[in-house]
């Protein structure tokens, strides 16, 4: 049966902002406070998600949460009107509303992590929705990302959803941006690669390592994978203190290969070993390594060289790097970028640049924007159909868009107790372009 990657894409929600909440997340911290543009930044990705298509690649969609988040705030002791919760809120406790009004669940890298069903024992689909426990804002995330999924992959007896993890220090877990899956083409049986950057209870005293390896090894016995195509790779401190939050700041791949940063891996070679026994028999892996000495681990935090989507057009001999136009904007990248792919043979012969300024603006570049999940004919035709981008839902989100988001938000601009109105009407309307049904969202369950 065949099979193909298809990328979700989260959609920039109408309360995207500069908060700078993630700790470890340089452009979040050096960006704190600017004015954001909502609809600019919902209308880049939306540009990005058709860009791919007119490639030739299957795309989705995924719906941005509700923002403020007034359910959790009526939790935290917070009465009143919606509206009158906001206000409140904000005025006694704006630590808290920055983290209720964060549009982070925009970075669908993070909603879970895949396994196609041609790695699992059990032959079915599985997701696995991360807790995002390290970071307040987007510990938030998890119920809704877990309805947006059943939504998306109702068929129990094809897809298996499952909830978070306990959301606790051990057992930290980021999603897709710290898992790779390697394998001779989508539908064939891969390896999947864990990167974790510490274990549970291990002390660290540089930016937070958000994965732990105990998160990695339960999302694996979850998945029903083999033990012998199942990888744990260590993510080098060094990354982390750079900026590289997730192992897909400074690491991706895609098919047989892996193209990463020098100083991306604690031990290299034993990844390298790791794999090639794993994949024995399945497909010879291809690793295109850049050196520190032609693109600094910085310019490679700062450009998002490796927050790229790796793909496969159809017909091509090599694959395409999906990067963002930061890429071509530093020298040191963009000249490697073009030599590798001028090369003989080259495994990566291609780039694409898109433009999405505003989530690069906030940490996140086009791989944090999209959640890769491979579905085979079935899988597909099981799936909802209505979460599949095409040029008519397209031009349905573009309207939506330019009717409902802000063109600018400052910081002040975030304690307007009209925001709650204007992004639930806004929500209240998706619910009816996208098939979340009416009651999706918390504030249509009230």
Known sequence: ?????????????????????????????????????????????????????????????????????ISWLRSLGFSGSDAQVWERAWKSEPTLARAALAASAMWAANAATISPSA??????????????????????????????????????????????????????????????????????PGVEIFVYGRQAGEPRSGFPARQT?????????????????????????????????????????????????????????????????????????????????RVGIDDAVSSYLFNSQLVRLPAAASLTLIAPSEVRENNHAADFVR????????????????????????????????????????ERAAARAGFFLDDALAAKLETWIKSHYREQIAPADLADPALVDETQRALDELTRILPLGGDFYPFQRV
């Open 1 to 69: 049966m065949s099979a193909e990657e298809i990328n979700f894409d989260g959609l920039v929600g109408p309360t995207h902002n500069y908060a700078g909440l993630s700790e470890g997340n340089l452009a979040s911290a050096r960006n704190r406070d600017a004015i954001a543009r909502p609809r600019e930044a919902a209308l880049q990705g939306l540009a990005k998600m058709q860009r791919l298509r007119a490639l030739g690649l299957s795309q989705g969609v995924l719906p941005p949460q509700e923002r403020p988040n």
């Open 339 to 378: 030599e590798m792919c001028a090369a003989p043979n080259a495994a990566i012969g291609a780039v694409e640049y898109v433009e999405v300024r505003e989530s690069m603006r906030n940490g996140g570049g086009p791989a944090c924007l999209r959640l890769r999940i491979v579905m085979n004919d079935a």
């Open 213 to 293: 390896l105990e998160a990695c090894r339960a999302l694996a016995r979850r998945h029903a994978l083999s033990d012998a195509r199942a990888i744990y790779a260590r993510q080098a401190d060094g990354a982390i203190d750079a900026g590289a939050f997730h192992n897909d700041v400074v690491a991706v791949a895609h098919e047989r290969i892996l193209f990463h940063h020098e100083d991306a891996f604690a031990d290299k070679a034993a990844l390298y070993a790791a794999i090639r026994v794993a994949a024995r028999g399945l497909f010879e892996p291809i690793f295109v390594e850049v050196p520190r000495e």
């Open 119 to 188: 790695d699992c024992t059990d032959g079915k689909l599985h997701a696995s929705v991360a807790n995002l426990q390290t970071m307040l804002h987007r510990i938030l995330e998890a119920e809704q990302t877990e309805r947006a999924l059943r939504r998306l992959m109702p068929d129990e007896a094809r897809f298996s959803v499952h909830p978070a993890l306990l959301p606790h220090d051990a057992l930290s877990d980021e999603g897709a941006a710290n898992h790779m899956r390697m394998a001779a083409s989508a539908g064939a």
